[in-house]
């Protein structure tokens, strides 16, 4: 298949687009119009599977190139290029294979490539991509096909034959392949016909009307036949939390119902607790579903699923911190996955349910073993012969192993059981099999604490384990003070062999070591499942009956095709907020066709309705009236949590660290494919300093995030910072516009960067970009910036600043430890006789605000410098 070729091909998808990358020379790799006049828009409405699969290739083809050619810009400081220490033959003396083993040198600042990346063997250290592309045989494409558990070393197929063994030193990860490979084999066509997953073809308008459905009615109850707000009332939800929980619980439960649900979750408007309480309904519900949640990445989900964890727990208190039906799977590290989330978390799962399921030492040995302990004493008498053989002649009292022996298997049985009924759907244990595991244990219990009793010269545990039932006792046996007690243990001990055999028979659990086997029961038995979009991949052959994705605005169209294509999807819930951001899109060619619009987005273009979560419980009012009204028109009510006076917060002293503020600072924008602004970088550390040592004399912990649009200005606060961890008491966060995105924190710098005289901004103007800049703070967002520049960018920044002006917001930074000079910006609409524009009555209210025409002093005329009122 030729280079920019999307078509389908007779290959496995896998193979086909490995194939179609090595075609791929480094010069079409860094060619921005490769795929230009290939690449078409995606449209709005399909009217078929072929055309809607087909719609995608292309553009993720040329969005894969965009990746790659971003990586090699990169170059020669790229932190995944690793030395290679040796490259031979898979098979040694075979000539025509292309699979060879690599060892990478250890390198600290470097990783190794993972399984999948497509990677860049070059002959000497890696240099300016231009210089490689005119040179071809310095270097080749590689496919990582498997690494060792250390990671140095691993198995790639090359892209051409490598001829001498170890004639390339370095390698270099060019592109993340997993992910795309599996949005590639959800657009492979045939494949989809065999999947016939209804979802998608609703989707691609083989089996959609030209309408969609609106909310469904509101259902009288839910679940368990209890009213539904008496059900809901416990959770505090407001109305319109309610009416999308009981929408999408109602659509679910109803054949015909619209296919998918869709609720509109603007910033702080609880979305993640409404998520929790619609999968809490559905554990709940007689008309049981496995039910699928994602979201795009390992740290939004796993967020989901904690708060499902401890609602859970909240308001079912009963279950005991038993989550067997919740299963949640993916990066460990990028989840930091805590103690809660481990309780749920599939691999401490399978690790605690192989000790469970172990044939030599598992729950069905256990069983037995107490039942061949309780019922056979000539077994006992045995066991006791062997110990006494293994004390090499050692007195060894028959009582003495015989409770020791007792004890042994009673706690391997109840530790057994408990991380059963801790890691196993009761569902899955059967009601009958869970009632008798209860009261085995109870038995167990009270018959442990009976033969501990202490009687003066008798034996009761030797009579009770090693007398057989026909043996009569005689008066040293069956003494008047322990004959009672001998019978009641005798008694129990029947009722518990009676149970203990009923549980062998009837208990159908696995008895394995296999992690495999373990791994795939959990995911069978799960009615929960939480993961990534792309991790979704993973459940390929599971039935699933519901999909809810959260963030789904952030998603690609294409992307959502992962989990929708999992058999037995009847509905989806797609919640998300497409006044954030979208997905990112290198490609400027892909991005002009739409490969970035999500599902979310096309599906309310075209009418769907969407559920408006409108009550917002994070911000400050005076941070939220912005947004509210420059993104979401109104729409949004502050919650009462909010308006009340203790949610404010007086971190530092003066009207400029009050919870809104726009600070002015004149500095200056370095050039570069990324900018940074030195001056704010001095304000932020200024800042941050007081910050610390305010925080430190009250001994208040407080959350910070420093957000900034452009990289080089992270990296510089990042290095001028250090260790974080250092600024204690003030947990600091220091991130890009975009890796705060789902986040919030009690303190909020934003550094805007821009400063220059044509009033140019960049993507700084994109206004969802700005709306999830200012809508990350609880309770103080303080906006540095140059208001000259941002007023002349004609974008929401210069309403921003005007906005500020006109509520009394704006400061000047005087560079005196954060001091205002109490100074309006150029507003346009001064007094008579100002020719700069600017209008006194927007003056620090403490200062006498007589009538009067703003005057300058000469050396600072046409700046932002302090200001004195004309008398």
């Known amino acids: 298949m030729g280079k920019g ?7 496995k998808p896998d193979d086909e687009l490995v194939n179609l990358i090595f075609s791929w020379s480094l010069q079409d790799v860094l060619n921005q119009d490769l795929f230009r006049d290939k690449v078409n828009t995606i449209p709005d409405r399909f009217f078929g599977l072929e055309g809607y699969l087909d719609s995608f290739r292309i553009p993720l083809l040329e969005e894969m190139r965009a990746e790659m050619s971003s990586n090699l810009e990169s170059l020669p400081s790229h932190s995944s290029t690793v030395s290679i220490r040796s490259l031979a033959p898979k098979i040694m003396g075979t000539k025509n294979s292309m699979l060879y083993r ?13 399984v999948g990346d497509i990677i860049m063997l070059t002959d000497a250290t890696p240099r300016r991509p231009s210089e490689l592309a005119r040179n071809g045989g310095s270097y080749c494409l590689a496919h990582v096909k498997n690494a060792s558990d250390d990671e140095f070393n691993f198995e790639i197929r090359a892209s051409k034959k490598i001829e001498v063994a170890n004639s390339y030193a370095f390698a270099v990860s060019l592109l993340s392949f997993i992910p795309y490979v599996r949005i590639w084999r959800c657009l492979d066509y045939d494949a989809a016909v065999k999947r016939s997953a209804g979802l998608v073809k609703f989707v691609a308008g083989d089996a959609m009307s030209t309408s969609f459905h609106g909310s469904s009615p509101r259902p009288e ?70 039910v699928l949640t994602c979201a795009p990445t390992n740290t939004a989900i796993s967020q989901v699923a904690a708060r499902v964890v401890s609602l859970r727990k909240q308001h079912s208190p009963a279950d005991g911190g038993r989550h067997g039906d919740l299963l949640l799977f993916g990066n460990r590290e990028r989840m930091s996955i805590d103690s809660d989330l481990s309780e749920i978390f599939l691999d401490t799962r399978v690790k605690e349910l192989k000790k469970c399921f172990s044939p030599a030492t598992g729950w069905r040995q256990c069983l037995v073993s107490l039942e061949s302990f309780l019922g056979q004493p000539k077994t006992v008498s045995f066991q006791y012969y062997k110990a006494c053989l293994q004390k090499d002649g050692t007195n060894l009292l028959e009582s003495s192993f015989v409770r020791s022996r007792f004890h042994q298997i009673f706690q391997m049985l109840n530790n057994c059981f408990t991380t059963i009924m801790s890691h196993v759907p009761r569902a899955i244990v059967l009601e009958k099999n869970y009632k008798n595991i209860v009261s085995l244990i109870k038995m167990l219990e009270d018959f442990s604490k009976l033969l501990d009793r202490k009687i003066p010269g008798n034996d009761i545990a030797v009579d009770v384990f090693m007398t057989t039932s026909d043996t009569k006792c005689d008066d040293s046996a069956c003494a008047v003070g322990n004959s009672e007690l001998v019978e009641k243990l005798m008694r129990q001990k029947a009722a518990i062999v009676g149970v203990t055999g009923t549980l062998i028979r009837d208990l159908e659990l696995p008895v394995t070591r296999s992690y495999f086997r373990i791994k795939e029961f959990c995911l069978v038995s799960a009615s929960l499942i939480f993961c990534t979009v792309s991790g979704s991949a993973k459940l390929n052959g599971q039935k699933m009956d519901l999909l809810l994705i959260d963030e789904a605005a952030q998603l690609k169209e294409c992307e959502s095709l992962v989990p929708l294509q999992l058999s037995g999807l009847k509905h989806a819930v797609l919640i998300g907020d497409e006044c954030q951001l979208p997905a990112t899109v290198k490609s400027k060619v892909a991005d002009t066709a739409l490969l970035g619009r999500s599902l979310f987005e096309r599906l309310s273009l075209l009418g769907q309705k969407k559920h408006l979560l409108n009550i917002q419980y994070r911000m400050h009012p005076s941070i939220s009236i912005f947004p509210n009204l420059s993104f979401y028109n109104k729409k949004i009510l502050d919650g009462p949590n909010v308006t009340q006076e203790r949610h404010g917060r007086s971190y530092l002293q003066g009207a400029m660290f009050g919870p809104y503020s726009f600070i002015h600072i004149d500095g200056r924008e370095h050039p570069g494919r990324s900018k940074r602004n030195m001056a704010e970088l001095t304000v932020i550390m200024e800042i941050l300093h007081n910050l610390k040592e305010a ?19 992270v990296e510089a606060i990042q290095r001028e910072i250090g260790d974080a961890k250092a600024m204690h008491p003030l947990a600091l966060r220091v991130n890009s516009v975009d890796g705060f995105q789902g986040s919030e924190e009690d303190v909020i710098i934003l550094s805007t960067v821009r400063s220059n005289s044509a009033g140019s901004i960049g993507f700084l103007s994109n206004l969802r970009r700005a709306n999830v800049a200012l809508t990350r703070a609880r309770h103080c967002l303080w906006i540095l910036g140059n208001a000259t520049t941002l007023r002349g960018s004609g974008s929401i920044w210069g309403e921003l600043v ?28 001064g007094p008579t006789g100002c020719e700069h524009g600017w209008n006194a009555a ?21 700046s932002l410098g302090s200001l004195r009122l004309a008398k």
Not at 5 to 11: D, H, K, P, Y
Not at 695 to 713: D, E, F, L, M, N
């Open 802 to 829: 005007r906005d500020a002006v006109d509520r009394r917001c704006f400061f000047d930074w005087d560079g005196g430890a954060g001091v205002s000079s109490s100074v309006p910006p150029p507003c346009g609409a």
């Open 842 to 862: 927007m003056v620090d209210p403490d200062v006498d605000l007589r009538p009067a025409c703003c005057v300058y002093e000469a050396d600072i005329c046409g």
């Open 5 to 11: 070729n999307g078509g389908r091909s007779a290959t």
């Open 695 to 713: 925080c430190r004399s009250t001994r208040q912990g407080v959350s910070v995030g420093v957000i900034c649009p452009y990289a080089a200005q």
């Open 221 to 290: 109850t839910v679940g368990t036949g209890a009213k539904a707000p008496a059900i809901l009332s416990a959770f505090k939800l407001n109305d319109s939390q309610t009416d999308a929980v009981l929408s999408c619980v109602s659509a679910t439960q109803r054949n015909g119902a619209g296919k998918f649900s869709l609720i509109w979750g603007p910033p702080g408007t609880g979305k993640t607790k409404t998520i929790s309480v619609i999968l809490l309904l559905l554990l709940t519900s007689r008309n049981k579903c496995r």
């Open 102 to 114: 690599v060892t990478v040198a250890r390198r600290r600042e470097a990783r190794s490539p993972f």
